[in-house]
């Protein structure tokens, strides 16, 4: 493997001077550094010259969230190790920035985020960065930044540079309008958090950057999604990964949601799944642009009881959160998915039986393992 750190080639500078579909001019800084492999540097052109150099070069916006980190290990072995750049505003922890390609990256810093695209020559931007739901609410002005104008600087660098642009979106997409049981592709969307207005607003441009620009624009909303070594990001479906982390320490889970809150969920591996299935699906089978998935719907009260069947001493108590059970009152109960099984075949592997079992052979395992540390 050979990784070669040069300025941008003449002939890049000049595609990149001209204007494209008449956004601004672009300009683009070069400047000479070095990097440790697990690091790149905005300038770097960080690339392979192995068959890996025909896969798509990939970058991942918000990527130390609960989601990416298992994302970029899905595309790396799918792709390539240094094919696939993950990037965020926190520092990554020892074995994220080991395990491939990692950068700084503020999406609200455009010329930044460019200058990335043009040197590692990205041809695919999977954007994750976000503020999610129950964290928008408490800082909104953050959230209308990061959500609404850090979009706005990745779909306009999507459209100059030819980018294939996944952004997922979520059941926070929907509001109480909308109908909740099922609730189709293609309904009323009224959302009354920043975090769905914003959500609905990513699907709405990237359709019209679609259809005006050309965009090759792919959306999945996701249901809450469940993972045993990622922590949630702020959601309102985190209760459920939690209860799994506290029954197993504890015995104990202290619930925010009515027990007959029903949500649509999934498991992390069916998610990043799903993620990799639309972002590699020939566009001419794709009837939409955003796509409802699904695996299961649940409430706390039928996960406590499928996990009392492994863990019967688990004591469960009630104390409502009014932000978040406002929220999960105005979501999905059950999200309606069949475009997306008809168009590319969509399929989970993980429904309630499966998910609590694998949860807590992860968790346990972990708790196990730090009790002997
Ligand atoms: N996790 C879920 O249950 C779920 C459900 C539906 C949709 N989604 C969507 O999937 C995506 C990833 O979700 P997640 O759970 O990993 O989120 P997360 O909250 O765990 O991670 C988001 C990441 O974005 C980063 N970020 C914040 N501001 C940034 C900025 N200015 N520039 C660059 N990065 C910034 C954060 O540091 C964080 O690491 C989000 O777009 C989210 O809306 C997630």
Redesign the pocket.
């Given at each position: 493997m050979l990784f070669c750190v040069r300025a941008v080639s003449g002939a890049a500078q000049r595609v990149l001077l001209a204007p494209v579909c008449g956004f601004q001019t672009l300009a683009v800084v070069a400047r000479s550094v070095s990097f440790s492999p697990g690091q790149v540097t905005s300038n770097a052109s960080f690339h392979s010259v192995s068959s890996e150099s025909d896969h798509p070069k990939v970058l991942i916006?918000?990527?130390?969230?609960?989601?990416?980190v298992g994302l970029a290990k899905l595309l790396r072995m799918r792709f390539g190790k240094y094919n696939v750049i993950l990037?965020?505003?926190?520092k990554p922890p020892n074995h994220v920035y080991q395990s491939g390609p990692f950068i700084y990256?503020?999406?609200?810093d455009y010329k930044n985020l460019r200058e990335i695209v043009v040197n590692n020559r990205i041809t695919w931007l999977i954007?994750?960065?976000?503020?999610?739901s129950a964290?928008g609410e408490a800082n909104v002005s953050l959230a209308r930044d990061?959500n609404i104008t850090?979009l706005h600087n990745v779909l306009d660098i999507a459209v100059e540079h030819g980018l294939r642009l996944f952004?997922?979106?979520?059941?926070?997409a929907f509001g109480s309008s909308s109908p909740r049981n099922p609730t189709p592709d293609l309904c009323i969307q009224r959302p009354r958090t920043i975090?769905g207005v914003s959500?609905v607003h990513a699907e709405l441009m990237g359709e019209y950057y679609h259809h005006r620009f050309g965009l090759d624009f792919r959306c999945l909303r996701?249901?809450?999604?469940i993972s045993a070594d990622s922590q949630?990001?702020?959601?309102t479906?985190d209760y459920a990964v939690q209860m799994f982390h506290d029954a197993v320490k504890t015995s104990t889970f202290v619930c925010n949601l009515r027990p007959d809150t029903r949500l649509p969920m999934m498991f992390i591996e069916d998610c990043l799944r799903a993620t990799l299935e639309v972002l590699e699906a020939p566009a001419e089978i794709l009837s939409m642009r955003t796509y409802n998935i699904s695996a299961m719907s649940f409430t706390p009260e039928e996960l406590i009881r499928e996990i009392r069947r492994h863990l019967p001493d688990l004591q469960v108590t009630y104390k409502i959160d009014p932000v978040r059970q406002a929220i999960a009152d105005s979501w999905p109960m059950i999200l309606d998915d069949a475009s997306a099984r008809s168009d590319w075949g969509w399929k989970h592997d993980y429904g309630l039986p499966e998910l609590v079992q694998t949860m807590l052979n992860f968790t346990g395992s972990d708790s196990r393992m730090s009790q002997a540390n």
């Open positions: 916006t918000g990527g130390l969230g609960q989601l990416g990037s965020d505003i926190r990256s503020d999406i609200l954007h994750y960065s976000a503020l999610l964290v990061v850090g952004i997922p979106s979520t059941i926070g975090y959500k996701y249901p809450g999604i949630p990001g702020g959601g479906t």
